[in-house]
């Protein structure tokens, strides 16, 4: 399979000729309906792996054979506020507006806290007190114990980022376009970097050497100094914003944009090489000297260090999120509503684990977005920016080549056309 990175000197000037303009707030994730879907980096812990549906539940799973433990159903999607464990508990956030606690070995409900607002965004703990965001525009603090406030941060938009612990500070990203720096003690801020984009952070967020790495939908990757928020540099993605942290690996930082792309940076900024799809990818997971990552075309992709194809995994559904290692196999989650693990050498299937029900629907990726197209003659084509969306038209064999070798086109986008069928009652199964 020979399908091969690009330089940033093989980097075509076409794109020239196009404009990319926002049209409103990114909202994909907040029109997807209930369904089986699955999109959860799960949590591995004690030969178990954590995870949440859009059926409403929460589920533990046998990791040596896919086999269901428990499950435990809220009154909302759990969407993208993926698990996090703590001294036999289990951690996550729902559409129903609540934090949940819940005994990792049995599923037994401990407690729960409810805010003003759907919580779409993952929690993380700390000194016994666990962080998370909700969309009221808070980032909360509570005791990790019991569930009881210790504090909470206002910012002036939803809170949908991991938040980034590290040397008594909490770091996270609001949609107000503001990446904060708080005392993790007491909330009080310390400082804050702005962007001129929604920061909407769906890894959890990249700190080392006093350096914390995060993206904002300018389009931009930063680096910013922990100590006192000094940028000391920026990386432009692409068009269509950023929304990952980078993974680290060996001296050199992978970090995926929403356009498609796989970039291999320098630890100063600089680019090393890309790799492209046609769609957007997921945060990558680095992992004995291979790059691993989904992608909205429904494949698992597996890359050397060099950025060549080694292997690909096809499923049925768009792959967002990151894939997570263990004992030399990979294990995601999919829109499929599918968790699979596979082989991290070979690709090949070891189990897959079906949630109840079928596929949500969801819109376009880029439907924030309108294409402006400059002709030679000057006059500006506007495409329809909610039925269409930007592709590049590469053969199969030429994708990971050259990402604006071929001509642009404009693709009619069918996905969210149609409602999905719910099955309420259907059973989860192992295969």
Same mark, same amino acid.
């Given at each position: 399979?020979?399908?091969?990175?690009?330089?940033?000197?093989?980097?075509?000037?076409?794109?020239?000729?196009?404009?990319?303009?926002?049209?409103?707030?990114?909202?994909?994730?907040?029109?997807?309906?209930?369904?089986?879907?699955?999109?959860?980096?799960?949590?591995?812990?004690?030969?178990?792996?954590?995870?949440?549906?859009?059926?409403?539940?929460?589920?533990?799973?046998?990791?040596?054979?896919?086999?269901?433990?428990?499950?435990?159903?809220?009154?909302?999607?759990?969407?993208?506020?993926?698990?996090?464990?703590?001294?036999?508990?289990?951690?996550?956030?729902?559409?129903?507006?609540?934090?949940?606690?819940?005994?990792?070995?049995?599923?037994?409900?401990?407690?729960?806290?409810?805010?003003?607002?759907?919580?779409?965004?993952?929690?993380?703990?700390?000194?016994?007190?666990?962080?998370?965001?909700?969309?009221?525009?808070?980032?909360?603090?509570?005791?990790?114990?019991?569930?009881?406030?210790?504090?909470?941060?206002?910012?002036?938009? @939803?809170?949908?980022?991991?938040?980034?612990?590290?040397?008594?500070?909490?770091?996270?990203?609001?949609?107000?376009?503001?990446?904060?720096?708080?005392?993790?003690?007491?909330?009080?801020?310390?400082?804050? %970097?702005?962007?001129?984009? @929604?920061?909407?952070?769906?890894?959890?967020?990249?700190?080392?050497?006093?350096?914390?790495?995060?993206?904002?939908?300018?389009?931009?990757?930063?680096?910013?100094?922990?100590?006192?928020?000094?940028?000391?540099?920026?990386?432009?993605?692409?068009?269509?914003?950023?929304?990952?942290?980078?993974?680290?690996?060996?001296?050199?930082?992978? %970090?995926?944009?929403?356009?498609?792309?796989?970039?291999?940076?320098?630890?100063?900024?600089?680019?090393?090489?890309?790799?492209?799809?046609?769609?957007?990818?997921?945060?990558?997971?680095?992992?004995?000297?291979?790059?691993?990552?989904?992608?909205?075309?429904?494949?698992?992709?597996?890359?050397?260090?060099?950025?060549?194809?080694?292997?690909?995994?096809?499923?049925?559904?768009?792959?967002?999120?990151?894939?997570?290692?263990?004992?030399?196999?990979?294990?995601?989650?999919?829109?499929?509503?599918?968790?699979?693990?596979?082989?991290?050498?070979?690709?090949?299937? %070891?189990?897959?684990?079906?949630?109840?029900? @079928?596929?949500?629907?969801?819109?376009?990726?880029?439907?924030?977005?309108?294409?402006?197209?400059?002709?030679?003659?000057?006059?500006?084509?506007?495409?329809?920016?909610?039925?269409?969306?930007?592709?590049?038209?590469?053969?199969?064999?030429?994708?990971?080549?050259?990402?604006?070798?071929?001509?642009?086109?404009?693709?009619?986008?069918?996905?969210?056309?149609?409602?999905?069928?719910?099955?309420?009652?259907?059973?989860? @199964?192992?295969?």
């Amino acid at each position: 399979m020979d399908e091969t990175p690009f330089s940033f000197d093989d980097f075509s000037v076409e794109m020239e000729d196009f404009e990319v303009r926002r049209t409103k707030k990114h909202d994909r994730m907040w029109v997807v309906e209930r369904g089986g879907s699955i999109c959860h980096i799960p949590w591995i812990q004690d030969g178990v792996v954590y995870f949440g549906s859009l059926n409403y539940n929460h589920y533990a799973v046998d990791i040596s054979n896919g086999k269901m433990l428990w499950k435990y159903k809220t009154e909302g999607i759990l969407e993208e506020s993926y698990p996090c464990y703590w001294e036999g508990r289990i951690y996550f956030g729902s559409f129903d507006h609540n934090l949940y606690c819940l005994d990792a070995k049995t599923g037994k409900f401990l407690w729960k806290y409810k805010t003003f607002g759907e919580i779409n965004s993952p929690p993380a703990i700390w000194n016994g007190r666990v962080y998370f965001g909700s969309r009221d525009q808070n980032l909360y603090c509570l005791d990790a114990g019991t569930g009881k406030l210790i504090w909470k941060f206002y910012t002036y938009d @939803e809170v949908q980022s991991y938040p980034a612990l590290h040397d008594g500070k909490v770091m996270f990203g609001s949609f107000d376009k503001n990446f904060y720096c708080l005392d993790a003690e007491t909330g009080r801020m310390i400082w804050k %970097v702005p962007t001129q984009g @929604e920061v909407y952070i769906l890894s959890r967020i990249l700190v080392h050497d006093g350096v914390v790495y995060f993206p904002s939908f300018d389009n931009n990757l930063r680096a910013v100094r922990v100590e006192d928020g000094r940028q000391l540099w920026k990386f432009r993605t692409g068009n269509y914003g950023c929304v990952c942290s980078p993974a680290l690996y060996k001296g050199t930082l992978y %970090v995926t944009s929403r356009d498609g792309f796989l970039f291999a940076l320098s630890m100063d900024g600089k680019e090393k090489w890309r790799y492209v799809r046609k769609d957007p990818i997921s945060i990558p997971e680095v992992y004995d000297d291979k790059i691993y990552f989904g992608c909205e075309d429904k494949h698992l992709y597996c890359l050397n260090l060099e950025g060549r194809v080694l292997w690909r995994f096809k499923t049925e559904g768009a792959i967002w999120l990151k894939p997570v290692n263990f004992d030399d196999k990979i294990l995601f989650t999919c829109w499929d509503c599918h968790v699979y693990v596979v082989d991290a050498n070979t690709g090949k299937l %070891v189990w897959k684990f079906r949630a109840a029900g @079928e596929p949500s629907p969801f819109p376009p990726p880029y439907e924030t977005f309108e294409l402006v197209m400059k002709h030679a003659g000057g006059v500006r084509e506007r495409e329809d920016k909610a039925a269409r969306r930007y592709d590049l038209n590469l053969a199969e064999e030429e994708e990971g080549t050259s990402a604006y070798k071929s001509r642009v086109t404009y693709q009619i986008s069918t996905q969210y056309s149609e409602k999905g069928k719910y099955q309420k009652d259907a059973d989860e @199964e192992a295969l």
